[in-house]
């Protein structure tokens, strides 16, 4: 069947919005901007439900070709549009949360500034990451992929007054491009052997090749620099910097870019490429253990941050690190299970991590808030299902999509799989450190709140009750409040998907997504009930591993809340590396940045700049100027010096006549 | 018959009275009249090779110039007029600008 879809739609629709809202979003009130960026944003959602609705009757995969871009000579890039099972689970992730985070956004940012800048970047990056997941070929996902590294730049400097986020922004894009550089080698390489982009013709010509056969050192090349793409988007090891320092950006950028979409799609770049992994082993194996060291590397750093949203943002990265180790044991269909359930419960965590800060009036230091689950019942609630998904316990989304994945990297490789189980100890551990230390206990702000420091956190203003739902006006100036109810109401839908959105099962999602990834990775029935016992066992393990880490930080920031001190005291050097983050960002700043920024200095600027091109100029301009100073002088104006000029040259042709003719 | 040598003697003089005449008076008219002193002292030299060699050409040669010096003469007459009604002075040291 070819029935028209108009795939297109999806896209254009936040494309139009934030076109509307970026042009004209100035001269609207501000209820106009919301009406625009929520009516687009969820006309692309509604676009994405109807497709999914008709998505049993289509042929997949199914393809729209909207306008030829390029064509030279036999290589051709077309606007088209490719829906398979893959692309459609992206498309309700990213419109669906994208949608809730609008919502969101709408009470988080209401008493910003550039209210209607915020929400235009939010629909651009709506577009082009529905771009990205859309495209039919390498290249048209290459435009989504920077496009969204743009919005990504744009929005983590939203607050470009304040110098971090301004950096933090130029961190992030700069990170990016070294991540960027990569995936262009490896798509240059896929043009020069295949001669397209497009998935579908690739992936023909890939399919015949084996890890034996002599094209595999080039998927190997291409598989590995494709993972430098996906490392960057990603924040995979070792460009993973940037997104410790997205947090300044405003939370709900922070929910939806960097949690739940943008970061995803390096994941889903991996799995969409899964036919050229799939035949380079060793690229597969470098893409698991990146995985694997992503994963624990980040939940150490983790544990020992104080501030809410980095320590969020260090277990999104640990979370992709799950993700590329399912992808690296050939696990795609539960690395995107697990994709989707994360984009749930840590899009919950962050806009719950929000409606605390913001409770507590920009706040973002774990160690001054505490004692607040009495006050924002609501927040405290949801952010109870968020961090019981994601330390896995049953029957919460992220213990299926992670016992899922540990249990298929156990299959490959036991490593893989002790390394994921303590990480998802150090996981639940921190979750429940960040848990404890926010809503138990007393509250540590009192005296922070006198003091007025609401600016720096988050740049987040304090005053929100002119539309406070509750009404709280009886609340001093940094007085705990909970949020609006247009920022609880997408709290709880994601806090309800959190807990049934692993329901679903991960064999049935297996199952759904088969004809993406080739019915070859599903395993037969026999062997997975040979396997029914072995996983009952790893179940068993990594609960026991998230129930470890909840006794843990019960123990430590509940029962006994002195005894952290002492033990990071008796660690000492160790607990300064970690809280440091193990001084990667000093490294880094050390290794690469100085030496590009002497070099570029002494170089580029002295030494090619300054000294060659600008002095090539500046001296021949100068040399004119004098030797046109004393040609001037013979422009007197006196008649009888030209004639004297005009008779001394006659005279030197004369002489030069004469001593030729009497040569 | 007169040697050519006195000829171009007497042309070669009369040159380079013009010359000096030209370089080192001040006064336009004077000037002027050192010009017409040169192009004579040419003249000279063309006819006496053209009565030397027995071609015509040097005469005619000679007519063509005296015509041109006519209307050079009208010209740089009129130009001289102009000048003095404007600056108020002869001297070409003083007139050393195209602008007024």
Redesign the interface.
């Known amino acids: 069947m070819t029935s028209n879809l108009h795939l297109w739609l999806i896209p254009v629709l936040p494309l139009l919005g934030a076109a509307i809202n970026g042009f004209f979003g100035k001269k609207f009130s501000r209820q106009a901007v919301v009406g625009v960026a929520l009516l687009f944003s969820g006309a692309a959602f509604a676009v994405v439900l109807s497709v999914a609705a008709r998505f049993s009757s289509l042929s997949i995969p199914h393809t729209e070709f909207l306008a030829t871009w390029i064509r030279a000579g036999s290589f051709q890039a077309d606007f088209a549009f490719y829906l398979d099972q893959l692309s459609l689970i992206m498309l309700l992730v990213v419109t669906g949360v994208g949608f809730l985070i609008h919502i969101y956004a709408v009470g988080y940012m209401w008493e910003e500034a550039g209210f209607y800048r915020f929400f235009a970047y939010l629909n651009l990056f709506m577009f082009f990451m529905l771009t990205l997941v859309l495209s039919s070929n390498y290249l048209l996902m290459f435009v989504g992929w920077e496009g969204v590294g743009l919005a990504s730049y744009l929005l983590i400097g939203f607050w470009f007054t304040k110098d971090s986020a301004a950096s933090a922004s130029k961190k992030a894009f700069i990170v990016n491009r070294i991540g960027d550089f990569g995936f262009l080698i490896a798509l240059f390489l896929v043009i020069k052997h295949f001669g397209s982009l497009n998935f579908e013709q690739v992936f023909q010509s890939v399919t015949p090749m084996s890890p034996e056969t002599a094209g595999a050192g080039l998927l190997t090349a291409i598989g590995l620099l494709l993972m430098v793409g996906a490392a960057g988007k990603s924040a995979q090891i070792p460009l993973y910097v940037w997104l410790p320092d997205a947090m300044e950006g405003p939370t709900p950028v922070s929910a939806l870019i960097h949690a739940a979409t943008m970061v995803t799609a390096g994941v889903y770049m991996v799995a969409r490429s899964h036919v050229i992994f799939d035949r380079a082993p060793s690229a597969l194996t470098v893409v698991a253990i990146v995985g694997t060291l992503t994963a624990l590397f980040a939940a150490t750093i983790g544990i020992a941050q104080t501030d809410i949203k980095k320590v969020l943002a260090y277990s999104t990265i640990s979370q992709l690190g799950y993700m590329f180790m399912a992808c690296g044991v050939a696990a795609y269909s539960a690395g995107v299970f697990h994709l989707m359930t994360h984009a749930f419960f840590k899009g919950l965590l962050f806009l719950a991590a929000g409606s605390v800060i913001h409770a507590v009036g920009g706040e973002q230091d774990m160690r001054r808030m505490g004692g607040l689950k009495e006050h924002i019942p609501w927040t405290f609630w949801t952010m109870t299902a968020g961090t019981f998904a994601i330390a896995g316990f049953p029957p919460f989304a992220g213990f299926f999509s992670k016992d899922e994945i540990l249990f298929r990297a156990a299959q490959v490789s036991l490593v893989y799989w002790g390394i994921g189980v303590f990480t998802a100890f150090l996981t639940s551990f921190y979750m429940f450190r960040l848990w404890f230390l926010t809503f138990f206990g007393t509250y540590r702000g009192a005296e922070a709140a006198a003091e007025d420091h609401g600016g720096p956190g988050d740049g987040h203003g304090h005053d929100t009750h002119g539309h406070d739902a509750h009404g709280h006006d009886e609340h001093g100036h940094g007085g705990i409040h909970e949020s609006p109810k247009v920022m609880l109401a997408p709290l709880v839908v994601l806090a309800v998907l959190s807990l049934v959105g692993g329901w679903v099962g991960s064999g049935r999602f297996e199952k759904f997504l088969s004809p993406v990834f080739n019915a070859a990775t599903v395993m037969p029935a026999a062997e997975a009930a040979e396997h029914g016992n072995s996983e009952m066992l790893f179940t068993g393990i990594s609960v026991f591993a998230a129930a470890l880490g909840l006794y843990l930080a019960w123990l430590l920031y509940y029962r006994r809340p002195q005894l952290p001190q002492q033990i990071a005291a008796g660690l000492g050097g160790l607990y300064r590396a970690v809280s440091h983050k193990y001084y990667i960002d000093e490294l880094y700043a050390n290794l690469f940045v100085k030496p590009l920024i002497a070099g570029s200095t002494l170089i580029l600027w002295h030494g090619i700049d300054r000294d060659v091109i600008d002095a090539t100029l500046d001296n021949s301009a100068h040399g004119a100027n004098e030797v046109s100073d004393s040609f001037r002088h013979m422009q ?5 010096s030209y ?2 000029w005009v ?1 001394a040259g006659a005279a030197v042709v004369i002489a030069y006549m004469i001593w030729m003719g009497t040569r | 018959m007169v040697p050519i040598s006195y000829y171009l003697i007497l042309s070669g003089i009369l040159f380079a009275c013009g010359a000096t005449g030209f370089l080192i008076k001040r006064n336009i008219i004077s000037i002027f009249i050192s010009i017409e002193l040169m192009l004579n002292g040419v003249n000279l030299s063309f006819v006496a090779f053209a009565a030397q060699w027995h071609a015509l050409s040097g005469q005619v040669f000679v007519f063509f110039v005296m015509v041109v010096a006519a209307a050079e003469a009208a010209v740089g007459l009129a130009i001289i007029i102009a000048v003095y009604r404007t600056r108020e002075t002869l001297n070409v040291d003083q007139v050393d600008l195209l602008k007024l």
């Open positions: 007197s104006g006196n008649l009888r004639a004297g008779a």
